[in-house]
């Protein structure tokens, strides 16, 4: 449909102990996800703070880590959880997608990991997936689970800085990574199993409508995590394709950045010191990846400052 984009390439930036991979083929979540997962540890939900940190998680060892600039990992906690997504507020909290617990909060000084939202009145959760603050302090998140085209049954929830919660939309085969557009009166949403990014405008009231396929994938496991650039151009990491593409606001294909390392290619966030650098999580192999690009990510609420819009 279109001419193929052009390659970048990607250099190793930081690389996981492998001291630290230590979960086995029998560990829990590797053991009930299907197909073959990598063993050892699996990075996803990588996320800037303001000091230039880099915050990730290993989902099956529980683990919130913390890579400096120079590619330094350390453990800021590590408990009974499955951490998938990772997003940090404005107050500097670090806000967890938790499969197996649902939507926790660390406080980055201690690592003290505790519960914000196990549940929707009396029913949990099928295992949230990833996260996203909207400039208005507006907590989006998906509820992926096990679902996909044989149970098409995952969820998109939005938490109003009131506490209110929500559920936006339901029946998504596989929801997972997210961000908002520009102007923020549209989701876009990678639905993994569906192999696509869908596009969700949202109305005055809140609520979806005209719900539709923005960009349809072939190939790979399917779409995993979103970011946005200053332009309003969409990163799209697409895990078992070894890839994150560039597509345009009008959702064509501009660039293809090629992982150096696996296939894993399954989450990613603009950072470095003018923001023209995108890491990705390749998390069979344990490693960050980055890119150099010549726009800038869009500013994420964790950089926002009180009052703005």
């Known amino acids: 449909m279109y001419a193929a984009p052009p390659i970048c390439p990607t250099r190793v930036f930081a690389t996981y102990p492998e001291a630290w991979r230590v979960a086995t083929a029998e560990n829990e979540w590797i053991r009930t996800?299907?197909?073959?997962?990598?063993?050892?540890?699996?990075?996803?939900?990588?996320?800037?703070?303001?000091?230039?940190?880099?915050?990730c998680v290993d989902i099956p060892n529980g683990r919130i880590?913390?890579?400096?600039?120079?590619?330094?990992?350390?453990?800021?906690?590590?408990?009974?959880?499955?951490?998938?997504?990772?997003?940090?507020?404005?107050?500097?909290?670090?806000?967890i997608a938790?499969?197996?617990?649902?939507?926790?909060?660390?406080?980055?000084?201690?690592?003290?990991?505790?519960?914000?939202?196990?549940?929707?009145?009396?029913?949990?959760?099928?295992?949230?997936?990833?996260?996203?603050?909207?400039r208005d302090g507006d907590l989006f998140f998906t509820d992926q689970g096990l679902t996909g085209w044989q149970d098409p049954g995952g969820r998109l929830f939005?938490?109003?800085?009131?506490?209110?919660?929500?559920?936006?939309?339901?029946?998504?085969?596989?929801?997972?990574?997210?961000?908002?557009?520009l102007?923020?009166?549209?989701?876009?949403?990678?639905?993994?199993?569906?192999?696509?990014?869908?596009?969700?405008?949202?109305?005055?009231?809140?609520?979806?409508?005209?719900?539709?396929?923005?960009?349809?994938?072939?190939?790979g496991a399917g779409p995993d995590g979103l970011a946005l650039d200053a332009?309003?151009?969409?990163?799209?990491?697409?895990?078992?394709?070894?890839?994150v593409w560039l597509f345009d606001a009008t959702g064509e294909p501009v660039l293809r950045i090629a992982s150096c390392a696996g296939l894993h290619t399954t989450n990613v966030a603009f950072g470095g010191a003018d923001g023209r650098a995108l890491f990705?999580?390749?998390?069979?192999?344990?490693?960050?990846?980055?890119?150099?690009?010549?726009?800038?990510g869009h500013t994420m609420f964790s950089h926002t400052l009180e009052g703005e819009a």
Request: hydrophobic content about 40%.
């Open 231 to 243: 332009e309003g151009r969409l990163a799209v990491a697409h895990a078992g394709k070894g890839a």
């Open 280 to 296: 990705i999580t390749e998390s069979g192999s344990g490693v960050i990846l980055q890119a150099d690009l010549e726009t800038p």
């Open 98 to 134: 938790d499969y197996k617990n649902g939507i926790m909060v660390v406080d980055p000084a201690s690592g003290t990991v505790r519960p914000f939202l196990l549940r929707v009145g009396p029913e949990r959760f099928r295992g949230v997936n990833d996260l996203f603050f909207s």
């Open 33 to 55: 996800q299907p197909g073959r997962m990598p063993i050892g540890s699996f990075l996803e939900g990588p996320s800037f703070d303001r000091d230039g940190n880099l915050w």
């Open 65 to 95: 880590l913390r890579v400096a600039p120079d590619g330094g990992f350390t453990i800021v906690a590590e408990y009974d959880g499955w951490p998938n997504g990772l997003k940090i507020h404005r107050d500097g909290r670090i806000f």
């Open 183 to 219: 102007t923020e009166d549209t989701v876009y949403l990678a639905v993994t199993r569906a192999n696509a990014v869908w596009r969700i405008p949202l109305m005055r009231d809140g609520t979806a409508a005209k719900v539709g396929t923005f960009i349809q994938m072939s190939g």
């Open 158 to 181: 939005r938490v109003r800085a009131d506490g209110s919660v929500t559920c936006i939309l339901d029946g998504i085969p596989s929801p997972n990574g997210l961000v908002m557009n």
